[in-house]
C-alpha cells in the first residue's frame, strides 16, 4: 500500500499523492480529535467538580481547594511547553494513547484516595496525561486542517471545553449520590478515548510520512524577531486576564451560587454546566471568525467585549447571575483558538511549541488564580473577588498593539 493511500483509508480522501493528502481537510480525524479532547477533559473536570465533596470529606479550607487545581495545572504547564518543544522536532503519534493511560491511572487514584495529599498526587498524574496530550493532539488538529487552521483549533478546543461542561454534570448525577469511588466508572471513558487516539495516531503517522514526500514549502516569519517576542508577550498577559476570571468560576463558582443563593450542591453543579457550555459554544465560533475577519478581531471582541458582563455579575440575582454567566461563557471563550492560531503564524515551524506554551500556560496560570482567589476569598469573601475579578477584561485594551497578522497575508 502507498503512503496516499494510507493516509486515504485512514481518513484523507482522494489522497492521489503525497502533496495531496496534505491538503485536505480530515474532517474524521478533527471529529475524533475533538471527542478524544472532549473525554479527555471531561476526565479532568471531575476534580474541581467535587471540591464541595472533598471540602467537607477533609475540612479543607478555600486555599487548601485551590491548591487541589494548582497541583493538577502546575505539572500540566510545566510539562506543556517542554513536550511541545520535542515534538517538533521529533514528531510522537503514539505518545497520545500513552498520554492517556496516565489519565486512566490518575482516576483510580483519585477514586481511592484517602487523605489530602494522595488527592493532590492523584491529580499530578492526570496533569502528566493532559500535558502529553495537548501539544501533540494540537499538532494532528492543524495537520488534519487542510489550512483551515482557525476551524481545527476551533473544533478541537470546543471539545474539550464541552467535556469541562459534562464534568460538574456527570459529577451530579453520579459522584455527588454515589459517592467518591464512584470516580472509578469513568475510567470506562479514558479506554474510549485510548481507542480514538489510537485511530488518529494511525492517520497522524501516515500523514507525517506523505509530507515528507510532499515538495517542500517554506514560510517566512510575517514579522521581526523583536516585533514577534514583544507580540508574545502581550499574547501571554491576554492569555492571564482571561484565565485567571475563568479559574474565579471554574473553581469558585458552585461556592458562590451556595453560600449567596441558597441553592443545593447538585443545582450548582448544573449552573456550572450552563456556564461550561457557554463556554464550548463560544469557543467554536472564535476560530471561523478568525479565519474570515482575523484573529486580532476575535481577540478585540472576546476580552474587551465581555468586560461589561464581567462587571455586572456580583450584582444580580440568580437568575440575572445564570443569564450572565451564558454571555460571560460565550464571549470570553472565543479568545483562546484565536491567540493559538495567531501565535503559530506569528512563529512558523513552532507548532507544538505554541501548543504547548499556551495550553501550559492556560493550566498554570489557572491554577495560581485558583489559590490566589482562594486565598483572597478566605480573607474577604467571594463576593468581593468577584467585584475584583470583574475588572480584569480590561487588559484586553493591549490588543491594540498586536500587528495585524490577517491584512499582512491578504
Known amino acids: 500500500m502507498t503512503i496516499a493511500e494510507n493516509a486515504a483509508s485512514l481518513g484523507v480522501a482522494d489522497a492521489a499523492s503525497p502533496a495531496a493528502a496534505t491538503r485536505i481537510t480530515a474532517y474524521g480525524i478533527l471529529f475524533a480529535a475533538s471527542a478524544s479532547h472532549m473525554l479527555n477533559d471531561m476526565m479532568q473536570s471531575l476534580a474541581p467538580a467535587l471540591y464541595p465533596v472533598f471540602r467537607d470529606q477533609f475540612s479543607l479550607t478555600f486555599f487548601e481547594t485551590g491548591v487541589i487545581t494548582l497541583t493538577f495545572q502546575i505539572v500540566a504547564s510545566l510539562l506543556q511547553p517542554l513536550i511541545g518543544l520535542v515534538i517538533d522536532r521529533r514528531p510522537a503519534p503514539y505518545a497520545l494513547p500513552a498520554a492517556m493511560v496516565f489519565t486512566l491511572v490518575g482516576l483510580a487514584a ?12 492523584s491529580v499530578a498524574l492526570i496533569g502528566v496525561g493532559s500535558a502529553v ?11 488534519a486542517s487542510g489550512g483551515r487552521y482557525g476551524l481545527a483549533q476551533s473544533l478541537f478546543q470546543t471539545g474539550g471545553n464541552f467535556g469541562q461542561s459534562l464534568g460538574p454534570l456527570m459529577a451530579a448525577a453520579i459522584v455527588v449520590p454515589f459517592g467518591q469511588h464512584s470516580v472509578l466508572a469513568f475510567t470506562v471513558l479514558a479506554l474510549i478515548a485510548i481507542v480514538l487516539l489510537t485511530y488518529i495516531a494511525r492517520w497522524y503517522a501516515a500523514h507525517s510520512a506523505a509530507r515528507k514526500n510532499a515538495p517542500a514549502t517554506t514560510r517566512s516569519a510575517p514579522v521581526s524577531r523583536a516585533v514577534a517576542a514583544r507580540t508574545m508577550a502581550i499574547l501571554v498577559v491576554l492569555v492571564f486576564s482571561k ?21 443545593s450542591v447538585q443545582s450548582s453543579q448544573v449552573l456550572l454546566f450552563v456556564f461550561l457550555a457557554a463556554v464550548a459554544a463560544g469557543t467554536y465560533a ?24 464581567t462587571l455586572l455579575l456580583p450584582h444580580l440575582g440568580l437568575i440575572g447571575t445564570a443569564i450572565d454567566s451564558v454571555f460571560i461563557g460565550l464571549i470570553l471563550s472565543s479568545a483562546f483558538s484565536a491567540i493559538v492560531v495567531y501565535a503559530q503564524e506569528l512563529t512558523p515551524g513552532n507548532v ?32 468581593f473577588v468577584y467585584n475584583l475579578c470583574g475588572y480584569l477584561p480590561a487588559i484586553g485594551l493591549l490588543t491594540y498593539f498586536l500587528p495585524d497578522l490577517h491584512a499582512r497575508r491578504n
Open 110 to 121: 483519585l477514586a481511592y484516595a484517602t487523605s489530602y495529599p494522595a488527592l493532590l498526587a
Open 352 to 383: 507544538g511549541a505554541v501548543a504547548g506554551l499556551f495550553f501550559g500556560l492556560s493550566f498554570g496560570l489557572g491554577g495560581i488564580g485558583a489559590a490566589a482567589l482562594g486565598f483572597l476569598a478566605d480573607k474577604t469573601s467571594l463576593s
Open 286 to 309: 472564535g476560530g471561523p471568525i478568525g479565519d474570515r475577519y482575523g484573529r486580532k478581531f476575535v481577540i478585540w471582541l472576546s476580552i474587551l467585549g465581555v468586560l461589561p458582563f
Open 133 to 143: 496530550f495537548h501539544p501533540e493532539a494540537s499538532r494532528a488538529s492543524r495537520a
Open 243 to 263: 484565565v485567571f476570571y475563568l479559574a474565579s468560576l471554574q473553581s469558585y463558582y458552585t461556592f458562590y451560587l451556595i453560600q449567596t443563593f441558597d441553592v
